[in-house]
């Protein structure tokens, strides 16, 4: 639970942290992945044996993660939040429970359920509401 | 960002199957890694102005923390709890403005209040897009 609220905080800061910012989107992104991966880097170096371990199929999930699920997505957030208001583009962000949950239906065979279809119609009716 | 949210959400209901194969203390840190080799040529092409470069130390910290406690969350519980909490980032965002002075936004208090609770009703339907994942 502290790990998730945290990382709640931590992408709220991100979004207020690169509001305005006039450096170019991916070489800022490039910037904030670089610092990350100062950070993280000596972690990874203690569990090497695990890296070397990774079949294809991981491999290939680590590929789209770095690509499609990183670089891509954050470097379009960078470029909208460059004219949005921060507490706007975390919300446009919140479209990402909807459309994993389209996706999750044809690609994991996970039915849509009333619950789920509330929770998504919130969603965008509180993005509508914030629209400017 | 529209987009972005769009792409976030393909990569979350593929990575569902992945994320218990891959351990975060693996992922999270090549993902920082390989994502930071494919950007190199861009930053080396177009450095950022000296002017920036302390509040991109800002926004590469927030994203290494927002990354990081992401995926341990998801370790630690579940993808979907994971993802919920992520969502109270909104909440968070309107005391950014108003610790700069420009007073809290009261009008749009529904408008992200209703998306905050819209992931837990996501969340606690008996066999919605949580456990789904």
Redesign the interface.
Known sequence: ?A????????????????HG????A????????????L???P??G??GE??LA?GP??WG??????????????G??LL??RT????T????????????????WP??G???????L??????L??????RR | MALAALLWGLGGALAGRFMREIPPEVLIPLRFLLSFLLLLPLVLARPPHPDERRRLLGVGLALSGAQAFYYLAIHATTVATGIFLQYLAPSSSPSTPSSRGRGFPGGPFLGWGSPSWGPTSWWWGPRGFGEGL
């Open positions: 639970m790990y998730g609220l945290l990382s709640a905080v931590s992408f709220a800061a991100y979004a207020a942290f690169a910012l006039r450096t170019p991916f070489v800022a992104l490039g910037v904030a992945t670089g610092v990350g991966a950070l993280s880097l972690v990874l203690l569990h695990k890296v990774l199929a991981q999930a680590v590929a789209y993660l770095v690509t499609l699920g990183t670089v891509v997505p954050f379009l957030f909208g939040v949005l208001p921060a507490r583009a975390t919300l446009v962000a919140m479209l990402e429970p909807l459309s994993g949950a389209l996706f999750a690609l994991a996970e039915p849509l359920r009333p619950e789920a509330l929770g998504g119609g919130m969603i009716g509180g993005v509508w509401l914030n």
